[in-house]
């Protein structure tokens, strides 16, 4: 694969392997993702991963990013690291921090979205934010698991704001549906911007950025591991800025 793993770590010790995920890989394989994978990236580096875990597909995988997600990634190189990296983010001992850039102006400068989240009624890929106003039935199918993200304004553009979140829980795509659901979408994210679907000049992708993670890693140390914005996101903002310097 046109990737180099051993480029992108970010930290290793016995136990762990943390990564700098870049965007456009895809964490384990599914069903539209076969190989290509940072799995495949991740045996060819550490072949005795191999059976750590819980799912022979997702080998020492502890938590994920999505495909167009960059940032770090922490995965388990042996049974007992995972299983105590499992319960930090299960017990949300894990602290996690996000970089996003929002479509339009938020009117606060750090708040919280307390959305309990489901799969898509319509459309099950999908996850949505349950409404108070309709009747869950009517918005999602399957099971409701609950989800709390927090924000904080960072810098503010005319079309875009940019943000610092923290998730407390860990929800697939809870970040991506949690601003959609306020109308505020991650820029560029095909999936969830919809009538609000606004793309930077010569960004590809939703700007969406793991920036760090802290726990306590199996030797009983905490750490907090970065990753710095990645060149795409960067010199979005740099546009975006000269801009603005422009029109002041």
Avoid at 9 to 30: C, L, Q, T
Avoid at 71 to 89: C, R, S
Avoid at 172 to 200: E, S
């Amino acid at each position: 694969m046109n990737f180099s793993l051993a480029k992108n770590i970010v930290y290793e010790d016995r136990d762990v392997v943390v990564i700098n995920k870049p965007a456009g890989i895809v964490v384990h394989p599914d069903a539209t993702h076969k190989n290509e994978t940072m799995v495949d990236a991740l045996l060819e580096l550490h072949p005795e991963i191999k059976t750590v875990g819980d799912d022979p597909t997702r080998p020492g995988i502890v938590h994920r990013l999505d495909k167009d997600t960059s940032g770090v990634l922490i995965v388990a190189k042996n049974q007992a690291a995972f299983d105590h990296l499992k319960k930090e983010f299960q017990e949300r001992r894990a602290i996690k921090n996000y970089i996003t850039l929002a479509v339009g102006s938020l009117k606060q400068t750090q708040g919280e979205i307390n959305l309990p989240i489901g799969r898509g009624y319509k459309t099950p890929t999908q996850r949505v934010a349950i409404q108070a106003h309709l009747p869950a039935g009517r918005q999602v199918r399957g099971q409701i698991r609950e989800a709390l993200t927090y924000y904080k304004v960072l810098e503010r553009f005319p079309e875009f704001t940019l943000m610092q979140i923290t998730p407390k829980t860990g929800r697939t795509h809870q970040i991506r549906t949690h601003l959609k659901a306020i109308g505020h979408p991650v820029a560029c994210d095909k999936l969830y911007g919809g009538k609000l679907f606004i793309c930077p000049m010569g960004l590809t992708r939703q700007f969406l950025h793991a920036a760090s993670l802290e726990l306590t890693l199996p030797s009983g140390s905490r750490i907090k591991l970065e990753a710095d914005l990645p060149d795409d996101l960067m010199n979005t903002l740099m546009t975006l800025r000269t801009r603005l310097a422009g029109k002041s």
